[in-house]
Each structure stands twice: as structure tokens, then as C-alpha cells.
């Protein structure tokens, strides 16, 4: 058996428990009281704006804006069939401007074509629309809990699909959990590649009409790499370890261990790459592509990360994470954050938060303009590019836990509302403001 069929059993290995336990719980002869796991149902209104810029956009080949606005709304129902089982259903919308993707086309006659302006092409906004089902069962004690769940996600030139399965184990009086999960996405593009690299495969070269239309400068003897992908299919597999100890009654401690392998179309087919050993070639403030990026069918990652909270009192928490991650693709990165929510008022909680990261650049990462043509691999993508990054956050958190404000027979249960603020040591920088509502039924 090869990898990936070990990594596609594993979700519905988690699920054999799952499938005798009706007729476990059948046998059972015990009627004592138990808690519902879920009182009644539950509805979360999740919204975020998201906003960015930069001078390093990977659709240009590592320079042009990276300007960026997204809007994002989300709704997830969570509904109580018994006592013992959930069902969970999430669904979400998202919709993006971006002066970067504009690119992939810049020549639409609005202007002098130039990678920091956007262009108003059809490939300049996009909507991404995710619907994900998820079913948990516990069992009487508690102590055992499955879940299986099933998601797809979809954008204009990019359809994902998805099945996962999690088991989780309690114990020493509830005061140890492990747990492991799994998941596979099957994904798949409809590749979209810049503009003027598309008459150079099965077409007419520099006799197509965006070279008759438009007048070539610098190397006029334009002969950009270019072979479609053969792959179009992306899948990933992941395994997930989980490990949490309460190590005194205010300090609570966890680990984790995740394994993903990922095969397929692993590069993005619109980004461009230039070689440093070719002759620039230019329609007017634009240069042309030399290639699109090229990057291994495989990819593995491992992440291990840890977290420390501490409930200092009443009033405040301190909240620690850190991971560190590595791939075979040579980046190596750390990340460590610290929350501390602070009770201000007795409905009121406050969140500061500090998050800082840094990494390797990826083995196949260059510059604009230092990839070679005799390269194997190569992408411009600053994403993969070696950098450390701040990030300064705050929260304010409104709980009623007994819901007096109502909208038809639910009842506000918490608002939450934050706001963070990201900047790399390049030149991106990013902020998002989200807020949250969460209601119950009465």
C-alpha cells in the first residue's frame, strides 16, 4: 500500500468505533441522568474585512502591488439531535479585490499596462464560497468523542473537496485528553496562466494580436518557457496528535503533532517568473513573462507545536503558544504568540495579543529576476522567501449568559470583536478587523 492510500484510510479507520456504537449503546442497561452535550442549538455570525499591500506580488514576479481587499461572512449552526450527538453545519462567502491577480491579464487598454496598477480584467475580484457538515457523538461517561465531517470550496479557476474524522479520549478525571485526526482534500484548477504566454503553446507566438496590437521593447525576439501543466488535480493528507494535561488547577498544558503530505499541482499556474540569464522583453511599463512558476508535485510538512495558559485570577489569563515547522521543501519556521484576556467589567473581557514569526526561504525561492533558465524549479512568491513578521492584536468580548437581548427566539449569547494589525520585514503589511455573534435558542 502506498502513501497515499495509508493516508485515505486513515479518516474512516477513525470511524469504525463510530459504526458499532448504536448498537453498543443498545445494550446498555444504565437510564442514569446525563448532560446534554449541547444544550440547544447554537448560531454564530462570523464577519471579517481584510485588507493588504506590498510591493512583492508573486503574479508579477516578485515585484508590482499586492494591494488586496477581502470581505468575508460566515454562518455556523451547531444543533443537538440527542443527547449525545451534534450536527454542525458551516457556510461561507468571501469576496476579494485584488490589484495582483488583476495582472494576470494587465493589457486592457485602460492605461499603460504596469505591475503596480491594477488592471480591470476579469481575473481582478473573485468570490470563494465554502459549505462544511460536521456530525460529533460522545458517549454517556463523556469520555469518548467521534466526529466526522465533509466540506467543499470553490472559486473561479479552483474546486476543493474534502473528508476528515477525529477521535478524542478523556481521562484521569477528565483531566487528560488525547486525541488524533485526520483529514483529505481532493482539490482541482482550471488553470489560468498570464496572458502573454498563451499564444505560445498551441498558438500563434508573437503573431498573436497582443504583440500586432501592441509594440515590443527591449528583446523584441520574445520566446518566453512555456508547457502547460499536465497535472490539474491537488491532494492533501493530513494526520493530526493531540495531547492535553491539566497540570494544576490554573495551568493548563497542551501539545500537538501534525503531519501533511500534499501531491499534485503544487505550483500556482498565473505566477510569473522572470530569468536573469534572458534579455528583458516589455509591452509598455510591463515586462513580459519569462515563465510561470515551477515547483515539485510533493511537498511534506510536520509542525510541532505547544501551549502554556495560565489563569492568573478571576480577571486574567495568560494564554502562550509556540510551533515550530519544517518541510522538504527547506523552509524552516517558529511562530510564538501570548494572549492575556482580562475580565474588565462583569460582561466585558478584553484580548491584547502578540504574535510574532519568522522562516527560511524556500530551496526554489529567487527574487525577481535571479531564477536562471536552466533551473528545475523556481517561483518569485515572497510567501516562501525568507522574512519574520509582527503581529499586534486586540479583542473586546461581550458575554450574557442569559441572553436577555433576542432576535426572534434566540437569544445574544456573546459579540466579539477584534482587530490585528501584520507587517512583515519586507514591504507587505496587512490588518483585519472580525466580529463574531453568537446566539442560542431559548
Known sequence: MNKSSIFICIPFLLLVPFLFLNAQNDQSSSNAYKKRVLETAEVDFLSSYYSQDGDNAAVTGGIGSEALTDATGTILVSIPLNDDDVLTIDAGISAYTSASSSNVNPFDGKGAADPYVASSGASRSDIWTNVSIGYSHSSDDR?????????????????????????????????????????????????????????????????NILFTQYSLTGNTDYNPRFIPFKTKERNSYSIGIGFSQILHKNIQAALALDFVQQEGLLSTPFQRVYFGDIDDSFIQNFHLADAVERLPDTRYKIALGGRLNWFVNAYTTVRTYYRYYFDDWGINSHTASMEIPIKIANKFTLYPSYRFYNQTAADYFRPYEKALS?????????????????????????????????????????IDVKFYKYDRNTTFQSTILTAGFKFVMD
Request: aromatic fraction near 18%; glycine fraction near 10%; proline fraction near 3%.
Open 143 to 207: 469520555n469518548d468523542i467521534w466526529s466526522v465531517n465533509v466540506s467543499i470550496a470553490s472559486e473561479y479557476d479552483y474546486f476543493s473537496a474534502g473528508v476528515g474524522g477525529s477521535y478524542t479520549k478523556l481521562f484521569n478525571e477528565k483531566n487528560t485528553e488525547v486525541s488524533i485526526k485526520g483529514n483529505v482534500f481532493m482539490d482541482s484548477w482550471t488553470p489560468i496562466y498570464p496572458s502573454e504566454l498563451r499564444p505560445f503553446y498551441g498558438g500563434n507566438g508573437v503573431n
Open 374 to 414: 536552466t533551473d528545475n524549479y523556481y517561483t518569485s512568491d515572497y510567501d516562501l522567501s525568507k522574512y519574520s513578521a509582527n503581529q499586534f492584536g486586540i479583542g473586546l468580548t461581550y458575554t450574557d449568559i442569559f441572553t436577555k437581548a433576542h432576535i426572534w427566539k434566540f437569544g445574544l449569547k456573546s
